[in-house]
């Protein structure tokens, strides 16, 4: 600013705004937003908490990183990423338990910040690494703990705000894309869980749509019926029935579905014309969003022999019995029953 005596210029006032801070809070928005999109493209949890390490670290005055997580079902916070501290003060620090003072530090869900003889009662283990500062800052997940970003810097000076409300920034993006992540891997585990079992069951196993008409089967639909995958696909599963029974099993669905009735009776048709004794359940459910029904196929044509072979023993037992021409009886001591064969009333 120019300075006047009697419109004689004699000095200039120059005055200094220090901008450091603010172009450390604009530089730290560039590095959360970017980290924003790399988190959104990540499908671990250990390459989404490196990110998160390598966002920290850009960050001014921050030499190391630990990020802990609470691994089920123990409960307890693991070390799972980390970077800046020595391999012996990482053998030290691998967990927490839920008795631990770190771990009710970390529950008690604000951030810390200080030196480590301020936040750590025994902070001997840190001075050796030539650590004096500390930043505990929780991750969160609608209002749960999950985990913890921790911090750590040789200087001498207390984290700025703009370093403060970095970190805290880093951490709301990181739970957010741990529960994601979390979820994804328990969908992706069910889906196999599901497709193993649909693959090796020995029931049959139908996917409809809400029609009637077959989406999936299993690989022993079209082994024991004898149709391919293609010409399974589309077709009525009425089809899979005997014709002369095909407004039966259809009754019987409905009834199922409506709660009055457990299964259904009526046997498989094979494409040769051959036919498979089934007692069948339907469900309805979900496939790929859309309403869809599940139909489970148990054969019970080796219930049904050994049933029949049951009772034509039973049958020549009560023969044998009547036609000896001795008096007997039979007492069934499980349920108390007592059998008289006819001989045995005559002689009494």
Known sequence: IPVFDNNNLVGHLWQ??????????ERYAIL?????????ATSTIEQALNLVIQAALGIEGIQAVGIYYIQHPKEELELIVHQGFSPEFVSQVLSYDKKSFHYQLVQKGDPIYG??????????LFAAENLKQIGIVP???????????NVASSSGERFKYSVQLSLEMISAQIGGTLAR?????ELKLSQRNFQQMFETIDDFMFILDIEGRIIKTNPIVERRLGYTKEELIGMSVLQVHPPTRRDEAADIVREMLADRLDVCPVPLYTKNGELIQVETKVVLGKWDGKDALYGISRDISERLKAEETLMESEARWHFALEGAGDGVWDWNLKTSEVYFSTQWKTML
């Open 181 to 185: 992540i979390e979820m994804e891997n």
């Open 139 to 149: 991750i969160k997940y609608e209002g749960r703990i999950i985990g913890s970003v």
């Open 115 to 124: 030196f480590y003889n301020e936040v750590i009662p025994n902070s001997t």
């Open 32 to 40: 959360q937003r970017e980290l924003g999109f790399k988190l959104a």
């Open 16 to 25: 200094y705004r220090d901008v450091t801070e603010k172009k450390q809070i």
